[in-house]
């Protein structure tokens, strides 16, 4: 069975960062694409950042692009999230997915999720 944690969130103030990381376990050889994704009260579930099968090729939605990076170490199968010069609309539960290829990157169609973790950015 597929199995994703998230973790290292936090309550931060503006301009801070956090990495948060997602540890996969229970997967087979089939298991390549991997994505973030986060969920603010009140709104749908919106993609973050998304990383294909090479590992190297990544997407970001528009207000993150140049403050995250998404990142990946196949060695410890973990993903990351980079989160840089964190604003008050970047709090979310933030949403580790995963999938095999082809990989949706940007689109909401991973078949695996983990629990999530909070990100709270607030002065």
């Known amino acids: 069975e597929v199995q994703l944690r998230e973790s290292g969130g936090a309550s931060v103030q503006p301009g801070e960062s956090l990495r948060l990381s997602c540890d996969a376990s229970?997967?087979?050889?089939?298991?390549?694409?991997m994505a973030w994704f986060r969920q603010a009260p009140g709104k749908e579930r919106e993609p973050v950042a998304a990383?294909?099968?090479?590992?190297?090729?990544?997407e970001y939605r528009d207000s993150v692009r140049g403050r995250f990076t998404i990142s990946r170490d196949p060695n410890k199968d973990t993903l990351y999230l980079q989160m840089n010069n964190l604003k008050p609309d970047d709090t979310a539960v933030y949403y580790c997915?995963?999938?095999?290829?082809?990989?949706?990157?940007?689109?909401?169609?991973?078949?695996?999720w983990g629990q999530g973790t909070q990100v709270t950015v607030s002065s």
């Open positions: 997915a995963a999938d095999s290829v082809p990989c949706p990157l940007l689109a909401d169609e991973y078949n695996y």
């Open positions: 229970g997967y087979r050889y089939y298991f390549f694409c």
């Open positions: 990383l294909d099968s090479d590992e190297i090729t990544a």
